[in-house]
């Protein structure tokens, strides 16, 4: 069955950057788009990034210049650097495929950007 898996999160100073990777399998992650989203306390859950099949990237306007997400397909890896860390940053990282009408999620992981 899908399974993704995040690593990478953490404790951040305001600034500072991160690395997230998602490891995925049960699917062929060579031919599904794969997106990156955000949820913080209190609030709905946002598309922080997505990669299609062919590298090509997109983010919403309010993530363009600090997010940057790549793929690996021969190690069925998606990643997110993020760069100059903000407060508003924190939140559970989360990482989604949407095959057979159906979106899948990882557990996610936890980034608190804090001085």
């Known amino acids: 069955q899908v399974q993704l898996v995040e690593t990478g999160g953490g404790l951040v100073q305001p600034g500072g950057s991160l690395r997230l990777s998602c490891a995925a399998s049960g699917f062929a992650f060579g031919i599904y788009a794969m997106q990156w989203y955000r949820q913080a306390p209190g609030k709905q859950r946002e598309l922080v990034a997505g990669?299609?099949?062919?590298?090509?990237?997109n983010y919403p306007d309010s993530m363009q210049g600090r997010f940057t997400i790549s793929r690996d397909n021969a190690k069925n890896t998606v990643y997110l650097q993020m760069n100059s860390l903000k407060f508003e940053d924190t939140a559970v990282y989360y990482c989604?495929?949407?095959?057979?009408?159906?979106?899948?999620w990882g557990q996610g992981t936890q980034v608190t950007v804090s001085s």
């Open positions: 990669i299609s099949t062919g590298g090509s990237t």
């Open positions: 989604s495929v949407f095959r057979s009408q159906t979106r899948f």
